[in-house]
């Protein structure tokens, strides 16, 4: 099910009234994860993308939504309410509780919900931390099988998808195309590929909303006012859409990996920040205990595939615009969004892991 949200926009850039309300409804709810993508109807234009699907549809007013099915077949909803109560009254609220509006749908989890309800991840996460990391990915792909996925993007990760072949367990592989990827980055994607042997599923960002934000902004935006919505949608949005159909992630995040650095990174969780396919997500951090150091021992003495960029001095790998090689011994962060000043504002990257 892939559902879009027609929104308008007014002559003077702001989004409508109603449709500004309806997006806060669905985000007060927990459900705005839910909404896979956004279609403007500029105000006065008539071939704007928006108003382009609103004919086809024989709709003239905003908000409405489309949902398509996996046969391909497209329902229209003009009302968020009814939405919500045909496909997504089983979501889980993500915020509050509290903030939910009246005459809503129940929202507690119905048949299908998560089967980690009820469990102490805190317990469990000091439980696997006693094991290695190949012993954290083992328990997680015994558990979830086909229904984790491990993301793709750096050094951390290849050394997940060798020891996930090691295993021999099934898993699933996904990457995000930014579009504003290194050359570099393209052909390791593809050397890994070739080298495992494994498919690795390519997610991209909403082509309206980039449309939209390069039309306002220009293309290199988060110079002037930082990465957080370039970020938002080039990454977490495509993030957001490849997670839903899983019930685990494995992500590559250490501990003191900047600018994430988190001193009590769990090897499991629930996950705060994305939704899968029942529910909360869960993921798995088994390099959450290894060092920089420790990695590329691994990847020394496998000699697993590796972006030739990291040769040409760059540690954080991800966006041309956004990344550049440091001096050894440097702070990652100096790699990275040093526009933006050292320190300040580093964590404020919505989410995931790296860039
Ligand atoms: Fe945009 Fe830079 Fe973030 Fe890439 S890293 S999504 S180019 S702000």
């Not at 046969?71 to 229209?76: C, H, S």
């Not at 509290?98 to 805190?122: I, N």
């Not at 898993?171 to 042997?197: C, M, Q, W």
């Not at 001095?313 to 000043?341: K, M, N, S, Y």
């Amino acid at each position: 099910m892939h559902i879009t949200m027609i929104k308008k926009r007014l002559r003077n850039g702001e989004p409508c009234a109603k449709c500004a309300q309806t997006e806060e409804m669905l985000r007060r709810r927990g459900l705005w994860d839910r909404v896979d993508e956004v279609v403007w109807a500029i105000e006065g234009e008539a071939d704007s993308p928006g108003a382009v699907v609103g004919r086809r549809h024989g709709v003239d007013v905003a908000p409405f939504f489309v949902v398509r099915d996996e046969g391909g077949g497209e329902t229209v909803f003009r009302s968020a309410l009814q939405l919500i109560r045909t496909h997504l009254s089983q979501a889980p609220v993500a915020v509050s509780r509290t903030a939910g509006l009246p005459d809503g749908p129940d929202e507690s989890p119905g048949e299908g919900a998560d089967e980690g309800a009820g469990e102490d991840w805190v317990a469990l996460a000091a439980e696997l931390s006693q094991r290695d990391p190949a012993g954290i990915l083992r328990w997680g792909l015994e558990r979830y099988g086909e229904r984790c996925t491990l993301r793709f993007e750096g050094a951390e990760d290849v050394v997940l998808i060798d020891m996930a072949m090691q295993l021999g367990l099934a898993f699933k592989v996904f990457a995000i195309d930014t579009g504003r990827l290194r050359p570099e980055s393209y052909r390791f994607l593809d050397a890994v590929r070739n080298h495992y042997g494994v498919a690795i599923d390519l997610y991209f960002p909403d082509a309206s909303a980039i449309s939209e934000l390069v039309r306002q902004k220009g293309p290199n935006s988060f110079l002037q006012d930082g990465h957080a919505e370039c970020c938002a949608l080039r990454r977490v949005a495509p993030q957001k859409r490849a997670l839903r159909k899983f019930e685990a992630w494995v992500s590559g995040r250490r501990k003191d990996q900047r600018p994430h650095a988190s001193p009590d990174l769990p090897v499991v969780l629930q996950d705060p920040e994305f939704v899968g396919a029942k529910g909360p997500i869960v993921r798995l951090n088994p390099l959450a205990n290894w060092t920089r150091d420790r990695v590329w021992a691994y990847i020394e003495e496998k000699q697993v595939p590796v972006n030739e960029l990291h040769a040409l001095g760059f540690v954080a790998i991800g966006c041309e615009p956004c990344t550049r090689p440091t001096a050894p011994d440097r702070p990652e962060r100096e790699g990275l969004w040093w526009w933006e000043g050292a320190g300040e504002g580093a964590d404020a990257v919505p989410a995931g892991d790296g860039i």
